[in-house]
């Protein structure tokens, strides 16, 4: 039987503008960390970024409720939509720190945690890359494996970045400081590992 009613594919286009951000955002917050926090204005960069997806996740939304027929299920789009607003929100949460805590000797494990992150990011990307084409579900799956390997890898530097700071003599207050900065660049991480979930059921349902 023929569907006479048009299948919205834009929501594969925002998708793509959501995902680029996030990746924009992790890098810049990458970069900015791999320099000492030299570039006081990242915060607000990213910033603004994050209001730009919270923009495209609202569209999205309405988006929804306004087609009649969707090329994914509708609680599918809704999980992926709000997953990757989750990235960019926990992005800018960890930028926001960063500068409020005016943390300028910047620990190596931050680094390779921000460095994780904007990794993970852009395996999240190439996944959504490949939604219209849910038939090459493999390559789905294989960005869903590398994003676990990333968050395992990510767990094992922050079990030893805590470790860390309270052997290391640092400031009671500091320790305090970096221990939260740690969580929202991990949170970050499980929140592509949350969205990588999601990515893997649409295309285990779909493929």
């Not at 006081?40 to 409720?65: F, G, N, P, S, V």
């Not at 306004?66 to 960019?88: E, H, M, Q, W, Y």
């Not at 493999?138 to 390997?149: A, G, Q």
Request: with cysteine.
């Amino acid at each position: 039987m023929f569907n006479l009613l048009p299948t919205n594919y834009k929501f594969f286009d925002q998708f793509d503008k959501a995902t680029e951000l996030v990746v924009t955002a992790a890098e810049q917050l990458r970069d900015n960390i791999e320099q000492n926090w030299r570039n006081q204005d990242c915060a607000e960069t990213i910033k603004r970024m994050e209001h730009a997806a919270d923009e495209i996740a609202h569209e999205t939304m309405e988006m929804l409720h306004k087609s009649f027929v969707t090329p994914l299920d509708r609680g599918d789009i809704r999980r992926l939509t709000f997953a990757i607003d989750n990235i960019i929100d926990l992005i800018n949460d960890a930028g926001r720190w960063f500068t409020l805590y005016e943390l300028k000797e910047i620990l190596p494990d931050a680094k390779k945690m921000a460095a994780i992150l904007a990794a993970a990011s852009r395996v999240i990307q190439q996944a959504v890359k490949e939604l219209p084409r849910l038939r090459r579900v493999n390559n789905i799956l294989k960005c869903s494996i590398e994003i676990n390997r990333l968050e395992n890898e990510a767990d094992h530097i922050m079990h030893q970045a805590i470790s860390g700071l309270f052997k290391s003599g640092m400031d009671p207050l500091l320790i305090m400081k970096w221990k939260e900065v740690y969580e929202y660049l991990e949170d970050a991480i499980d929140c592509c590992e949350d969205c990588a979930n999601v990515l893997e059921g649409i295309a285990q349902e779909n493929g």
